[in-house]
């Protein structure tokens, strides 16, 4: 039987649960390897995912035997079909977190069964990676780390963050990604002050300070990573910040371990920007995957702690408002005796020169 069904049954067993709907396409995709429109039923005997018929070739291509998934054609199906599926069932699994109130009143109504919210448990699982999915996370970051190599050269004085955050997304796609795993952000002078700023036609000139955060997809799964960039010479006010953001970052990376306290964490990340005068503006990191944000969140109000195989970001930042700010973003492997850095990105200050 497929590995990842195999675990939920357990799972759903020790929660009193005799079956679940899943709706989330991204959990799906997670037990299946099915990226295609539809709902996945575990039921007491039987995986049955429901979709229609512009989806079951493309979904018979994915699954194998081993598989042991019904693939049925939601328009042959009737309302006793439905009913059905998880008749002898007492209670029934269902993502809280991804439906909204009028697709539990649909459920209800289709189902015919008791719903009960089950708390996130494949997300939480999904947090654990194994070693395929980090060998993907690690193509991902290496298209990454190369985008950047590139971007060095291509980044010219006059050209706009728009054009600039265009051809990142052309590099990567062209160069063995999925798709980017995110909007680019590609952020420059005062514009840099926004921790998550869009894109404008601002042009670039000499003297700049530019953020770019940006990250692929390899086989659905998510890379980010964050530089922090300077035009011909670096400003004497950007030094001190740039060298802040760079020890937190390192810090951070160096508190990362399997059995760290994610608390601990992240109020050691904002206490170091708070006694150097600066508020964080945002977490000091996530957990990435199939999504870009992911668990675990790296919280004050997170109280588990780290396991190995969990990937995440590091991402301090200080944000001058009106004026500039600074990011510096990492994703790393968390093992047992500390971390891996998977985006390998120098930090060094990095002044591109070769723009005119």
Not at 134 to 148: G, Y
Request: hydrophobic share 35%; charged share 30%.
């Amino acid at each position: 039987m497929n590995e990842n069904i195999k675990w939920l049954r357990e799972k759903l067993k020790s929660q009193d649960l005799q079956g679940m709907i899943v709706s989330n396409p991204i959990n799906i995709k997670y037990l299946t390897g099915i990226e295609s429109e539809g709902v996945l039923l575990i039921t007491l005997k039987e995986n049955i995912f429901i979709t229609d018929s512009r989806y079951t070739e493309a979904v018979n291509t994915v699954l194998t035997i081993e598989d042991e998934i019904l693939v049925n054609d939601k328009r042959h199906l009737s309302k006793e079909d439905y009913a059905g599926f998880f008749i002898f069932c007492e209670n029934v699994g269902f993502e809280e977190k991804y439906v909204t109130y009028y697709d539990y009143k649909n459920m209800m109504q289709t189902y015919r069964v008791n719903l009960t919210e089950t708390e996130g448990i494949i997300e939480n699982q999904r947090a654990i990676k194994d070693d395929e999915e980090i060998s993907c996370i690690r193509k991902a970051c290496k298209i990454t780390d190369d985008c950047f190599e590139y971007l060095k050269t291509f980044i010219k004085k006059g050209m706009t963050e728009k054009e600039i955050a265009f051809e990142i997304e052309r590099y990567m796609i062209t160069n063995g990604a999925d798709d980017v795993s995110f909007e680019p952000i590609v952020a420059s002078g005062h514009n840099s002050s926004m921790p998550h700023a869009i894109p404008t036609t601002r042009k670039i000139k000499e003297g700049d300070i530019i953020i770019l955060d940006f990250g692929c997809k390899y086989k659905g799964y998510c890379s980010d990573m964050t530089r922090t960039v300077f035009i011909d010479y670096v400003e004497d006010m950007y030094k001190e910040v740039y060298e802040l953001v760079l020890k937190n970052n390192k810090m951070t990376i160096n508190d990362i371990k399997e059995g760290s306290s994610i608390k601990a964490i992240t109020r050691n990340s904002n206490e170091d920007l708070k006694l150097n005068g600066y508020m964080a503006m945002h977490s000091p990191g996530h957990g990435v995957g199939l999504e870009v944000h992911e668990q675990p969140a790296l919280s004050i109000n997170t109280d588990n702690n780290l396991k190995a195989n969990m990937v995440v970001t590091v991402e301090p930042g200080i944000y001058v408002h009106g004026r500039f700010g600074v990011r510096i973003e990492d994703t790393v492997l968390v093992t047992r005796g500390g971390s891996v850095r998977l985006t390998e990105s120098s930090k060094d200050y990095t002044i591109i020169k070769n723009n005119v």
